[in-house]
Structure formats: C-alpha cells, structure tokens
C-alpha cells in the first residue's frame, strides 16, 4: 500500500518561493511517474508537473520558468521547487503517485500554499 507524505506548504508574499515535498512510502519508487496537482477554493483540480522514473518533467503553462520538479530516487521523494509565486498559485497541493505497470494511484493528504500580495 503506497502512502504519500507532503510537507512544505505554507504562506509566503507574492515573489516568494517554496519547496514542497512528497515522501513516498510503501511502494516501489522506480516504477511510477509522480504528479503534483493543486486546487484552489471552488475550481477543479490541476495538473501542475509531471516526472517520469527517468526524470523527464513537463509543466502547466502557468508555472513554466517558475516552478521545478525533481526526484531523489535514494530518499524517495519528489520536490516541488515554487519560486516567483503569484497570488494566482494559492491552493492546496496535492501529490499523487501512479505506477505504469498497472495504472493504480495513490494521493497524498495535501498541503496548502497561500501566497499574498
């Protein structure tokens, strides 16, 4: 049973950053691809970044040149680098895990960002 751990989250000023992380437990690391996602208060859930077990990433629009994700394979867990942050980027962050043998995923409990101007 793979469990999920994020930490990191908190309030910060509009051009500020953050590290979020995803501790992953229970599983094996190498084979999923980890996903960040976020949901601000009344809209639907975001993609956010992607990273593969090989470490290739992809980003939303809205966060490329600003936001890095990278993976630890030896302490398995995921970072969220945030900087630049825009009050636009306020929301709770959500760590999920999928495994590419079978497609079966996992969520975290998420952590919140708030970021003021």
């Known amino acids: 049973q793979v469990q999920l751990v994020e930490s990191g989250g908190g309030s910060v000023q509009a051009g500020g950053s953050l590290r979020l992380s995803c501790a992953f437990y229970?599983?094996?690391?190498?084979?999923?691809?980890i996903n960040w996602y976020r949901q601000a208060p009344g809209e639907q859930r975001e993609l956010v970044a992607v990273?593969?077990?090989?470490?290739?990433?992809r980003y939303t629009d809205s966060v490329k040149g600003r936001f890095t994700i990278s993976r630890d394979n030896s302490k398995s867990t995921v970072y969220l680098q945030m900087n630049n942050l825009e009050p636009e980027d306020t929301a709770v962050y959500y760590c999920n895990a999928k495994d590419f043998r079978d497609n079966s995923e996992s969520w975290g409990q998420g952590t919140q960002v708030i970021v003021f101007s």
């Open positions: 990273i593969t077990p090989g470490s290739s990433t």
């Open positions: 229970g599983g094996l690391f190498g084979f999923n691809v």
